[in-house]
């Protein structure tokens, strides 16, 4: 059974840091592209960081430069961390990993961590 969960969120004040982890069981990460994503009520889901299986990092324009996503692969885990952290950061972040079989696509979600960003 595949398990993707994440942990690390909480209420910070504006310019705080926090880094979100995201542990996986069932899968080797390094074989799966793993995404990063957040939703703010009301709002549509934001892919906001991802890493490919072969380590390539795309950040989403709102969290350049403020945002690193990093894997460790003996940990089997996938870290988000955030610095400079704004209110509009505030949402549910969630974990994602994807790869491709073929025509299919394999994707696997974790359950959400909250952040929350005081002004």
């Known amino acids: 059974q595949v398990q993707l969960v994440e942990s690390g969120g909480g209420l910070v004040q504006a310019g705080g840091s926090l880094r979100l982890s995201c542990a996986a069981s069932?899968?080797?990460?390094?074989?799966?592209?793993t995404n990063w994503y957040r939703q703010a009520p009301g709002k549509q889901r934001e892919l906001v960081a991802n890493i490919t299986s072969g380590g390539s990092i795309n950040y989403g324009d709102s969290v350049k430069d403020r945002f690193t996503i990093s894997r460790d692969n003996a940990k089997n885990t996938v870290y988000l961390q955030m610095n400079s952290l704004k209110p509009e950061d505030t949402a549910v972040y969630y974990c994602?990993?994807?790869?491709?079989?073929?025509?299919?696509?394999?994707?696997?979600w974790g359950q959400g961590t909250q952040v929350t960003v005081s002004s």
């Open positions: 069932g899968i080797i990460f390094s074989a799966y592209a």
């Open positions: 994602n990993a994807l790869r491709r079989a073929g025509i299919r696509e394999i994707d696997y």
